[in-house]
C-alpha cells in the first residue's frame, strides 16, 4: 500500500491564483482530513469528510473548498490565494475506528 | 475539548528512557488521550492512546494517572530518530467515530548521543 499520497511537494503560487492539492489514500478509508500547519504551529483541521460525498468544515475552512467523490481522493481547492495560506498542508486518512490517522508527506505552499 | 499543556522541550540520552508528560486537568469522562510525534517536516504519525488504563505498544507506553488529569508517554529505550516534536491531544470519541484532531505546540524531544 502507497498510504496516503500528495501532490504537488511544493508550490508557490501568486497572490490571486487558484489551485487544487491532491491527496489520495489507498486504504479504504472512510474518513478523510486537511490540515494546514504554520511555521513553529501545531495543526490546525481545514475540513474533514466521513465518506463519499459528505464533507463539513473545521478549525480554519474560509478560503479553501472540497469535495469527495470516491472514497478514494480528497482534493483541496484554493481560489484567490493570499499570502495568510503560506503553510504546509497535510492530508489524512482514518478508518470507522478513528483512532489511529494516516498522514501524508504534506505540500509546501508559498504564497507570494 | 480539554486543553492539554506539554512542556515546550525537553533533552533526553540515547538508550535512556524518555518521559514525556502532559497536563490535562479539564479532561471529561469520555475524552481519550492520544499522543502523536512529527518527526522534522514529516507528517504526524500515531504513537498511542489511552482512556483511563495504561496502554503499551511496539512504540511507547502511556500512563494516565488515576484523576485522568495529567498522563506521561514512555519511550522506553530512546534512539536518535525518536528526536521529534510530541503532541499530546485529548479528544472525545464522536458519533461517527472520527476524530477531529487539535493539534497544540508540542514537546520538541532531542535524543542526545
Known amino acids: 500500500n502507497a498510504g496516503v499520497t500528495q501532490t504537488p511537494k511544493f508550490r508557490i503560487l501568486k497572490i490571486g491564483q487558484s489551485m487544487t492539492l491532491q491527496c489520495a489514500q489507498d486504504m479504504n478509508h472512510n474518513y478523510m482530513y486537511w490540515y494546514r500547519q504554520d511555521p513553529g504551529m501545531g495543526l490546525k483541521l481545514i475540513y474533514y469528510?466521513?465518506?463519499?460525498?459528505?464533507?463539513d468544515k473545521g478549525e480554519v475552512p474560509n478560503g479553501y473548498n472540497v469535495s469527495r467523490s470516491t472514497t478514494e481522493d480528497f482534493p483541496l481547492r484554493l481560489e484567490l490565494a493570499a499570502p495568510s495560506q503560506t503553510s504546509v498542508y497535510f492530508c489524512?486518512?482514518?478508518?470507522?475506528?478513528?483512532?489511529?490517522?494516516?498522514f501524508g508527506p504534506g505540500t509546501r505552499l508559498t504564497v507570494t | 475539548d480539554a486543553k492539554t499543556t506539554q512542556p515546550p522541550s525537553m533533552d533526553c540520552a540515547e538508550g535512556r528512557a524518555a518521559n514525556l508528560p502532559c497536563n490535562h486537568s479539564?479532561?471529561?469522562?469520555?475524552?481519550?488521550v492520544y499522543w502523536y510525534r512529527q518527526i522534522h517536516s514529516q507528517g504526524p504519525q500515531y504513537i498511542i492512546h489511552g482512556l483511563k488504563n495504561n496502554e503499551t505498544n511496539e512504540m511507547a507506553s502511556l500512563i494516565i494517572t488515576e484523576d485522568r488529569k495529567s498522563s506521561t508517554l514512555i519511550l522506553p529505550h530512546a534512539t536518535l530518530r525518536d528526536t521529534a516534536v510530541y503532541y499530546c491531544i485529548v479528544r472525545a470519541r464522536s458519533d461517527f467515530g472520527n476524530e477531529k484532531l487539535t493539534f497544540g505546540t508540542g514537546t520538541r524531544l532531542t535524543i542526545i548521543p
Open positions: 489524512a486518512s482514518s478508518d470507522h475506528r478513528g483512532y489511529e490517522q494516516y
Open positions: 469528510s466521513v465518506g463519499a460525498g459528505i464533507t
Open positions: 479539564t479532561i471529561s469522562g469520555n475524552e481519550y
